[in-house]
Antibody, heavy 120, light 107 residues
């Protein structure tokens, strides 16, 4: 079955960097678009970024554009989120999610998330 | 950016009763609307896409309706596992945006 496992979260100070990974299995990763979605503690869901199956198209939320970068390695079945210049407001659980075959725009499978805490 | 507004913020319902959740878009999203369910400590789960199509494995008591700017998620007869937070999300335009969520709690 579809499995998405995030890793790389932790505690960092403002201005520091972190790279999240999402290991995918149980489906043809190279044919699926992928998203990162985050959730601040006690808050709702916020979409962060999308990458097309071949990496040729990427979209970002305004709040992260220029600081967070989505990428993928299809040979390793892995999705990444490079997080630079982190801010306190980036504190959240970060989920990776697979797009549906119906549309790039919604997600039919989600990982369990990895917590990123930005604090001085 | 498309703003998605959900109401009510909290809905108190007894098991076996019907729950009706609303989602409004600031502009038309056609039928590009998905609903997710999230229970505490868990990842979201896709319930509905295309405003009214149930995702694989979703029970028939969940139904979605609407188009344009007004959408509804109905749970016909609440079961214990349905008490959760529900989010709508538009995928008509980038950036994708979620509503603030409706918490369905036990009355």
């Amino acid at each position: 079955q579809v499995q998405l496992v995030e890793s790389g979260g932790g505690v960092v100070q403002p201005g520091e960097s972190l790279r999240l990974s999402c290991s995918a299995s149980g489906f043809p990763f190279r044919t699926s678009g992928m998203h990162w979605v985050r959730q601040a503690p006690g808050k709702g869901l916020e979409w962060v970024a999308f990458i097309r199956n071949d990496g040729s198209t990427k979209y970002y939320a305004d709040s992260v554009r220029g600081r967070l970068t989505i990428s993928r390695d299809n040979s390793q079945h892995t999705l990444y989120l490079q997080m630079n210049s982190l801010r306190v407001e980036d504190t959240a659980v970060y989920y990776c999610a697979r797009t549906s075959t119906e549309s790039w725009g919604f997600c039919d499978s989600w990982g369990q998330g990895t917590l990123v805490t930005v604090s001085s | 950016e498309m703003v998605m507004t959900q109401s009510p913020a909290t809905l108190s319902v007894s098991p076996g009763e019907r729950a009706t959740l609303s989602c409004r878009a600031s502009q038309s999203v056609s039928n590009k609307l998905a609903w997710y369910q999230q229970t505490p400590g868990q990842a979201p789960r896709l319930l509905i896409y295309g405003a009214s199509t149930r995702a694989t494995g979703i029970p028939a008591r969940f139904s979605g309706s609407g188009s344009g700017t007004e959408f509804t998620l109905t749970i016909s007869s609440l079961e214990s596992e349905d008490f959760a937070v529900y989010y709508c999300q538009q995928y008509d335009t980038w950036p994708l945006t979620f509503g603030g969520g409706t918490k369905v709690e036990i009355k």
